[in-house]
C-alpha cells in the first residue's frame, strides 16, 4: 500500500517539474521579449511559447522538436519573404506590364507556393519522426490559430490608431 503512494507522488512530482520548466521557459521567453526592440522577434518569441504551451511539450520532445521546427520555420520564412518581395516589385506596375511580364511573375508565384508546399510534406515526414501524431495536428493548430491572433491584434491596434488620430 505504501509504495502505491510513493509512486504516485513520484509521477505527480514529475509532471511539476514539467510544468515548472515550462514555466521557467515561458518566463524567460517573456523577459526576453520585454528586452527587445524588433517587433517581428517580439512575435516569434511569442509564437515559441504559444506553440510550447499548446503542444505541452516534454523536455526530450522539445530537445528534439525546436531543431526540427527551426529549421522548417526559417526555410518556409525565406521563401515567404522571396515571394513577397516579388509581389511589392510590381504592385502598382501591373496595368503596364506585358502579358510575358506578367506570366513569368505569375509562374515564379506558382513555383513558390509548389516550393512551400513540398517543403511542408518534407517537415510533416521529419515531424513524425520526432512527436506523436496528436502533437503535430495540435502544432499545425497552434500555427494557424496564432496566425489568427496576431492578425486579430493588429486589426485591433488599427482600430485603436484611427481613433487616437481621430480624437487628437
Given at each position: ?30 523577459v526576453g521579449v520585454m528586452g527587445q526592440n524588433n517587433s517581428r522577434e ?14 505541452s511539450l516534454t523536455s526530450a520532445e522539445a530537445e528534439k522538436f525546436w ?12 521563401l515567404k519573404k522571396e515571394n513577397r518581395i516579388r509581389q511589392r516589385s ?79
Amino acid at each position: 500500500m505504501r509504495t502505491g503512494k510513493i509512486a504516485i507522488m513520484n509521477g505527480a512530482t514529475h509532471i511539476w517539474k514539467i510544468y515548472a520548466v515550462g514555466l521557467l521557459l515561458l518566463f524567460g521567453l517573456y523577459v526576453g521579449v520585454m528586452g527587445q526592440n524588433n517587433s517581428r522577434e517580439r512575435v516569434q518569441a511569442f509564437k515559441i511559447a504559444y506553440i510550447t504551451r499548446t503542444l505541452s511539450l516534454t523536455s526530450a520532445e522539445a530537445e528534439k522538436f525546436w531543431p526540427v521546427y527551426n529549421a522548417y520555420s526559417d526555410e518556409m520564412e525565406a521563401l515567404k519573404k522571396e515571394n513577397r518581395i516579388r509581389q511589392r516589385s510590381i504592385r502598382g506596375n501591373i496595368l503596364s506590364m506585358s502579358d510575358e511580364e506578367l506570366e513569368k511573375v505569375l509562374d515564379a508565384h506558382v513555383e513558390n507556393k509548389k516550393k512551400e508546399y513540398e517543403l511542408f510534406l518534407n517537415y510533416h515526414e521529419e515531424f513524425k519522426q520526432v512527436l506523436p501524431v496528436r502533437k503535430i495536428m495540435l502544432l499545425y493548430r497552434a500555427e494557424n490559430d496564432f496566425g489568427k491572433k496576431i492578425l486579430e491584434e493588429w486589426r485591433e491596434r488599427q482600430k485603436n490608431n484611427r481613433k487616437n488620430n481621430e480624437e487628437k
